[in-house]
């Protein structure tokens, strides 16, 4: 061991030293494996005790307190958590756009992500290469250039006329949309541009796709199942877990989704785009009320438990778990 | 006679509806493919239009002369700072903090994989249990923390508390270095090495699949991250890419809208380019962890 970890590799046990009782010898391996693992992951405990424990510790108090980053703040109790339930009407707004759209850009994104999946589940040739295509934007679609790009596609910037998909839309001989104007259609821009990005659960149905015994469908096949048939009774059940996860990790990433909505509407009109966090991050850091922001960090906290809760809850009655008896 | 005739002309029926669902299916997923890619496509062909085409034949994906001057005029910027500042930013962002994600992580997934000590499995359970935290709760207090010390508008805050590892990253690999073989460990502590030496000389070679695709999601992560530069960097001078194209198209006004177009999809050239050279490790990332892309 010529390297300058020598030091620390002396930490270990001689392991030829047989003279040593063993018990002893296995004592003191323990206790210095402790010295060893502790420095190995020292990186994340140190990162973790001043970056997320000491923070949480110092937000929970924040979320009690009127906090304002330039003139300091006192105690309040529950005054934060009653006034963005009672007298706040944009927070109200924006758990309304919240929701909204988590429950229509999820399931949409999901629905598309499984569809093509299962277009691409097939060894004809070429598929590769329409896998990569349909997961570019996926690749991208997270980036301010996207957001960007998306808004002048919808015709932002008062260029109903000039939009490429009113264009398309004016062609095809329907009335162009006023997409920003409207509070029914500009969260849809959003919408949209989540379902384009399906990349991400697409491949993780497509390897669940994959595990599927071709037994099962030949088994299927002999009892005289067609097409849809085996699709209802053997691939949906067996995806099953597979669509949970996904599921559960659309929905929390939706709760949480910023960029989009900060770039494309910027909340909106009329606060129909002003989703959860965008308004978390405009109080704490446009209003400096980092008491009030922190409360608001808390019930986020609180919603996505709850609706996680609520989904394994409801899971036992839909997902299909088949390795009980191996 | 008669027979076999009935039965090639059923082959050939049968053949036909073959023929014919190949065509059907190449052209469904031909055009799911066009419908995806066409905003990329415009993006691309908008950034070497003339800014009168770009709104004037919207739909036409070929400019009538392609202007690659949008590319030179875009890179110049804005306030008197280019774009060579801002790609310079973000190549420190996602360069640096991408280096401090990957060895923290590979270090700290070497000390829950392999290394049996006291406590262990309550770290690892809290620390799992921190990938629920909504960032929206560390994202004030941190500021605040960052502000008391002057680390606003430095890259600091930024890259600092990527030395403790991501979460995501080191329960990869620590799963991947449980699929490793115990006896490589035991023979090389027959042979002398320690815990240290056994992480280097066995496990750090096996698991370099696990750190590259750690590093490409790293790196694409953060240079797509918006909201944490957002929050920390105020001063232009110190501006990522994204922040950059979010100030330039904020103006209200944008007459050279061809380079606008060249600068957004400049700002996509890392992405893309990691996404063709290490699709499979990306597609992998995703389909086994759930990562999320």
Redesign the interface.
Same mark, same amino acid.
């Given at each position: 061991?010529s390297?300058p970890?020598a030091v620390?590799?002396?930490?270990?046990p001689p392991?030829t030293s047989a003279s040593e009782p063993r018990a002893k010898r296995k004592s003191k391996d323990?206790k210095r494996?402790?010295?060893?693992?502790?420095?190995?992951?020292s990186?994340?405990?140190?990162?973790?005790f001043?970056?997320?424990f #000491?923070?949480?510790a #110092?937000?929970l108090y924040?979320a009690f307190t009127n906090y304002h980053?330039l003139r300091g703040g006192e105690w309040v109790g529950l005054d934060n958590f009653e006034r963005m339930f009672t007298s706040d009407i944009r927070y109200g707004r924006s758990v309304i756009a919240t929701f909204k759209y988590v429950l229509t850009a999820v399931p949409l994104r999901l629905i598309f992500a499984l569809a093509?999946a299962l277009?691409?589940n097939?060894k004809?040739h070429?598929v590769y290469w329409?896998?990569?295509?349909?997961? #570019?934007?996926? +690749? #991208?679609g997270?980036?301010?250039?996207?957001a +960007?790009?998306?808004r002048q596609?919808f015709g932002g910037?008062g260029?109903v006329n000039?939009?490429?998909i009113n264009?398309?839309i004016g062609v095809l001989g329907f009335e162009r949309v006023n997409w920003f104007g409207n509070p029914d259609t500009a969260i849809w821009t959003l919408i949209l541009l989540a379902i384009?990005q399906f990349?991400?659960p697409m491949?993780?149905f497509?390897?669940g796709l994959r595990q599927i015994p071709a037994e099962l469908y030949e088994a299927a096949s002999i009892d005289g199942a067609h097409g849809w048939q085996k699709f209802i009774g053997v691939t949906l059940p067996l995806l099953t877990p597979i669509i949970f996860?996904n599921f559960i990790?659309q929905m929390i990433?939706g709760?949480?989704v910023?960029?989009q909505a900060?770039?494309i509407t910027g909340g909106n009109p009329l606060d129909s785009t002003l989703f959860y966090?965008l308004y978390?991050?405009r109080r704490?850091?446009n209003d400096f009320q980092?008491g009030y922001?922190?409360a608001?960090?808390?019930v986020?906290?609180l919603i996505?438990?709850f609706f996680?809760l609520i989904s394994f809850r409801l899971s036992k009655y839909w997902v299909f778990y088949e390795t009980k008896e191996g | 006679m008669e027979q076999t005739l009935d039965f090639s002309a059923h082959k050939r029926v049968q053949r036909r509806a073959a023929i014919s669902r190949?065509v059907f299916?190449?052209v469904?997923?031909?055009l799911?493919?066009v419908v995806?890619?066409y905003?990329?496509a415009?993006?691309v062909s908008s950034s070497l239009k003339p800014a009168d085409e770009i709104?004037g034949s919207?739909?036409s994906l070929i400019p009538s002369a392609p202007r690659f001057e949008n590319y030179a005029e875009g890179w110049q910027g804005f306030g008197g700072i280019t774009f060579q500042i801002f790609f310079g930013n973000s190549f420190l962002h996602a360069g640096v903090g991408t280096i401090f994600t990957v060895v923290?992580s590979a270090?700290?997934a070497?000390?829950?994989g392999r290394?049996?000590?006291?406590g262990?499995g309550i770290?690892f359970s809290?620390?799992l249990m921190?990938l629920?935290?909504?960032?929206?709760?560390?994202?004030?207090?941190?500021?605040?923390?960052f502000?008391e010390l002057g680390w606003i508008n430095t890259f600091l805050p930024l890259l600092i508390?990527r030395?403790?590892?991501d979460?995501f990253f080191?329960f990869m690999i620590v799963q991947f270095i449980r699929g490793i073989p115990i006896e490589l460990d035991e023979a090389a502590?027959?042979d002398?090495?320690?815990?240290?030496?056994i992480?280097?000389r066995i496990i750090l070679p096996q698991i370099v699949p696990a750190l590259v695709t750690a590093a490409i999601f790293s790196f694409?992560?953060t240079?797509?991250d918006?909201?944490g530069p957002l929050?920390y960097l105020q001063n232009p001078e110190l501006y990522t890419?994204?922040?950059a194209?979010?100030a330039y198209?904020d103006v209200?006004s944008i007459n050279n809208w061809g380079a606008?177009?060249a600068m957004?999809?400049l700002?996509?050239v890392p992405?893309?380019l990691?996404?063709v050279f290490f699709?499979r490790y990306?597609?992998e990332g995703?389909?086994?962890t759930?990562l999320?892309?």
């Open positions: 061991m390297e970890s620390l590799t002396g930490l270990n392991e323990f494996n402790n010295a060893v693992g502790y420095l190995f992951i990186p994340w405990l140190i990162g973790f001043l970056f997320a #000491i923070p949480i #110092i937000s924040l980053l093509v277009l691409l097939t004809r070429g329409f896998r990569a295509a349909y997961y #570019i934007p996926s +690749v #991208i997270g980036s301010v250039a996207v +960007v790009m998306w596609l910037d260029r000039e939009g490429v264009t398309f384009w990349g991400s491949l993780i497509l390897a996860f990790m990433a709760f949480r910023f960029t900060f770039v966090a978390l991050y704490a850091f980092m922001a922190s608001m960090a808390w986020l906290l996505i438990a996680t | 190949t299916y190449y469904g997923v031909t799911l493919a995806m890619l905003p990329v415009w993006l709104w919207v739909t923290s270090l700290v070497y000390g829950f290394v049996k000590f006291r262990s770290w809290i620390m921190t629920m935290l909504p960032s929206q709760i560390l994202m004030i207090p941190q500021y605040i923390i502000n508390p030395l403790g590892g979460v080191i502590l027959i002398g090495c320690g815990k240290v030496g992480f280097h694409y992560w240079w797509e918006f909201l929050v890419v994204a922040l194209l979010r198209t209200g606008v177009f957004l999809t700002s996509l992405v893309i990691i996404f699709q990306l597609v995703i389909a086994t759930g999320k892309g």
